[in-house]
DNA sequence: TCGGTGTATTCACTCAGTCAATAGTGACTA
DNA sequence: TAGTCACTATTGACTGAGTGAATACACCGA
């Protein structure tokens, strides 16, 4: 997901501190999986020591002390870079799901057994997520469609490999 | 991916040495990004810490000194968990894309721009992969599909994004 | 005998990420 | 009014994943 980027882009809006970059993070990006706050701080951290942000003093005020961030031109520059590259697609073609079932071919389990466990657990999260779809905010529902469209992808692949699990399991032996 | 457990997936079958075990991880899951010697090594030396292989004395032999390493009972038990669990579907909804195209909105940049570069290297990687599809062996063949089978959804994605970037641009702003 | 190639491992290091600790303020409460 | 709870805000110590360079032996060909 890039969070040194991310964090960059936040700061490209206005100045911030570290508390409440890691709100604004959460609202926009970290609905499911909320980085924490100690992750922001080390990110910045490494973000100040490569000039890409600068870390104001610390500040006393109403509450504990504070530091205010602000981003540099080398870090504009590559929040800048950042937005107009599109990113690899699907550079490396690795898969959990491709190694449990090569694995499971290799040790003579029934890799039948697993891809069906597998295609439950999708469908189960599918449903979850036209639920999210249905309920939710626009943006909960832009990932929503996000993740169906990959779980659909998912599901095409594992019955793809059901069917061709014998050659593969020759494969496996070799 | 899960390095640890592919490897003591592979060290399952029999024991091994780091060497080989790179060597098998390779040709079989490591084809388009290959794992490096240290990363074995250091994964190997955190399984033994675990309990979850037995490293062996280092032997001399014809060539430089070897060790060989081999699965543990406890290593088993995790092998036998992974196959039979399966992965979380899609869990987090996390996604490079959706990151850049809500910083671009909220800089004020064209998402519009960055999503038709992005569906330009998507197209092109697609071709890449229909070429792997029909030129390599079978293994490549099933991570061809299941390339491509993700990248028509980002595709998809992607266009449904473009429809929604208005009402988007509004979300960004909050 | 010199250099290259293949085998085999280790070391020192960075980045990403987590958990626990610290510390100030304000508000409620027994 | 002392206690503690909740919220704001950051730091420190640590683990795991991953990389690049170094080391070392054996064999082979010029």
Redesign the interface.
């Known amino acids: 997901?890039?969070v040194p980027?991310?964090l960059l882009?936040?700061l490209?809006?206005e100045p911030s501190h570290g508390y409440d970059l890691k709100r604004d993070y959460d609202a926009?990006?970290g609905?499911?999986?909320p980085l924490a706050f100690s992750q922001v701080y080390a990110t910045l951290a490494r973000l100040a020591r490569d000039g890409k942000v600068l870390a104001g003093e610390t500040e006393p005020g109403g509450g504990p002390e504070r530091r205010r961030y602000s981003i540099t031109d080398i870090g504009r520059g590559d929040?800048e870079v950042?937005?107009?590259?599109?990113?690899?697609?699907?550079?490396?073609?690795?898969?959990?799901?491709?190694?449990?079932v090569?694995?499971?071919l290799?040790?003579g389990?029934s890799a039948a057994k697993?891809l069906d466990?597998?295609r439950?657990?999708?469908l189960?999260?599918?449903r979850e997520?036209a639920e999210l779809r249905r309920s939710g905010?626009?943006?909960d529902a832009?990932?929503?469609?996000?993740?169906v469209?990959?779980?659909?992808?998912?599901l095409?692949?594992i019955d793809?490999?059901v069917a061709?699990l014998d050659?593969?399991s020759e494969?496996?032996r070799s």
Chains 1, 2 share one sequence.
């Open positions: 997901m890039s980027l991310t882009g936040l490209d809006r926009f990006f609905r499911t999986k929040v950042w937005l107009a590259e599109p990113i690899e697609p699907e550079p490396h073609l690795q898969t959990e799901l491709f190694a449990k090569m694995i499971a290799m040790l389990r697993y466990a597998q439950t657990a999708h189960s999260r599918m997520l905010e626009m943006i832009l990932l929503a469609d996000y993740g469209f990959h779980l659909e992808a998912d095409r692949w793809l490999t061709r050659a593969l494969a496996a």
